[in-house]
Structures are given as structure tokens and as C-alpha cells.
């Protein structure tokens, strides 16, 4: 009675309780795997496509910044200010913060402490040019300022009356540098501090324009300066034109 019976436990064994073969269990859950393996890959270029959308638009915004950036400082600069311009180099002196006062009272050759409107917020060791009717002479501050007077680091040489200008004048460098991924960089310097401007560059050029449209390479000529932008991620080339103070 129970050899009878055999056959049909191993019956049992392929088939569940509610009627369902276990090989079309098998087939149903290979099937269900494939499904979900193909939805995670789909998953995952969507989420590439995405970051590497968000990676864009941040380069962009990096680089609409930075631009902005370059185009408001440039505009400070004067031929007479420009120390350097190259194509991979431009520096020039101008006064990015806008620190400027006037002197309270006269000034006397051999005099270091100038007395002045506001001197608040100047730093030390930054570089300052007194002007007056006839003459400008630049000098370096010796302390912080104060309220009332900046301390030079040197003797001035000449005499200003009262009302004569001081202002800052900030030492501006734009120049190019490879990254650690053979990537170019625009670098933006003011007076010791350095830091990249706008990054992932396939490369950077600087070109210098006289009044009449050529290029220059007589600084005392340049009246224009142009900065023309690879990006690395194969998007159009950006040229960027700023016309320099006369």
C-alpha cells in the first residue's frame, strides 16, 4: 500500500500545494531576475545621465561666474597699471575693494603717518598710492589702518595738501596652470592669494587688442583684453572681450 503511494510523492514534490510546477517557478523567478537586473541598468544610466547633467551645468555655472568675475576687474585695470600680458599671463595693479579716502590734513616729506577721512578695514602690508595736484608716489602700509590715520612703512617724499587721495592698489593676476588630470585651469590672484577661477579647461588663451583692432604686443597700447575658453566637455569655444580703462 505504501510502494503505491511512491509515485506519487515525488509528484508532489514538483508540484505546490496551490498547482504550480516548481520548473515554472524557476522560469518565473530567472524571468523576474532578468526584469529587475534590466531595471537597475536602466536605473543606472539614468542616474549617469543625471550627474553628469548636474556636472554641466555646474561647469557652466562655474564658468559664467568666473567670467563675470574677470570682466568686472579687468575693467579696472589702465594700460598704465598693466605689468604683464601674455597670452598664458595678465597682471595688473587696480583697486578691487574700492578702499579709497583722503587725507584730514597736510602732509610733509619724510612724514609716515597720514592722517585720513576712514582708514578702517585696510591691511597691513598692502600696497597704497598717495596722490596729490601735481605727483602720486606709492608706498606699503605698515600696520592695519585706523580710523583716523594710516602708518606707511616708509617715509613719503613729497608734500600733499589736505584733501589729497589715498586708495589701495591691489596687485591682479590672471594666469593658466595644468591641474593633477592634465586639465587646463584659469587662475585668479590678488596680491598673495591664489585660486582657480574656472577649472576642467581643455585650454585658455589671452590676446591683447590696440584701438585700432590689432593685436597688441605694446602694453601701453592695449585697450582691450579678450579671454578665449576651451571646455573640456567638447561644449563651443567661449571668447570673452573687456575694454580696459583709458
Same mark, same amino acid.
Given at each position: 500500500m505504501s510502494g503505491s503511494k511512491r509515485p506519487y510523492g515525488w509528484v508532489n514534490i514538483l508540484i505546490s500545494p496551490s498547482g504550480v510546477c516548481l520548473s515554472e517557478l524557476m522560469?518565473?523567478?530567472?524571468?523576474?531576475?532578468?526584469?529587475l537586473a534590466g531595471s537597475l541598468e536602466a536605473f543606472n544610466i539614468v542616474q549617469a545621465q543625471a550627474v553628469r547633467q548636474q556636472r554641466i551645468m555646474a561647469a557652466q555655472q562655474e564658468m559664467r561666474l568666473g567670467l563675470e568675475v574677470f570682466e568686472q576687474e579687468v575693467r579696472m585695470a589702465s594700460s598704465s597699471a598693466i605689468a604683464i600680458?601674455?597670452?598664458?599671463?595678465?597682471?595688473?595693479?587696480?583697486?578691487?575693494?574700492?578702499?579709497?579716502?583722503?587725507?584730514?590734513?597736510?602732509?610733509?616729506?619724510?612724514?609716515?603717518?597720514?592722517?585720513?577721512?576712514?582708514?578702517?578695514?585696510?591691511?597691513?602690508?598692502k600696497s597704497v598710492v598717495l596722490c596729490g595736484v601735481s605727483r602720486c608716489e606709492y608706498s606699503r602700509l605698515g600696520s592695519a589702518g585706523q580710523r583716523s590715520q594710516l602708518l606707511l612703512s616708509g617715509p613719503?617724499?613729497?608734500? *600733499?595738501?589736505?584733501?589729497?587721495?589715498?586708495?589701495?592698489?591691489n596687485r591682479v593676476t590672471y594666469y593658466t596652470r595644468m591641474d593633477d588630470r592634465d586639465?587646463?585651469?584659469?587662475?585668479?590672484?590678488?596680491?598673495?592669494?591664489?585660486?582657480?577661477?574656472?577649472?576642467?579647461?581643455?585650454?585658455?588663451?589671452?590676446? *591683447?587688442?590696440?584701438?585700432?583692432?590689432?593685436?597688441s604686443a605694446n602694453i601701453g597700447r592695449i585697450v582691450r583684453v579678450a579671454v578665449e575658453l576651451v571646455p573640456i566637455a567638447?561644449?563651443?569655444?567661449?571668447?570673452?572681450d573687456v575694454t580696459v580703462r583709458s
Open positions: 522560469v518565473a523567478l530567472t524571468i523576474g531576475t532578468l526584469v600680458a601674455r597670452s598664458d599671463r595678465f597682471e595688473f595693479s587696480a583697486n578691487i575693494h574700492g578702499l579709497r579716502t583722503v587725507t584730514t590734513g597736510s602732509v610733509a616729506a619724510g612724514q609716515t603717518v597720514l592722517p585720513v577721512q576712514n582708514g578702517s578695514g585696510w591691511e597691513a602690508g613719503v617724499g613729497g608734500t *600733499y595738501p589736505a584733501g589729497a587721495s589715498v586708495e589701495v592698489r586639465r587646463m585651469q584659469l587662475m585668479r590672484q590678488i596680491d598673495g592669494g591664489a585660486g582657480v577661477l574656472i577649472g576642467d579647461l581643455q585650454s585658455v588663451r589671452l590676446s *591683447y587688442w590696440d584701438e585700432w583692432g590689432q593685436a567638447g561644449d563651443p569655444k567661449v571668447v570673452r
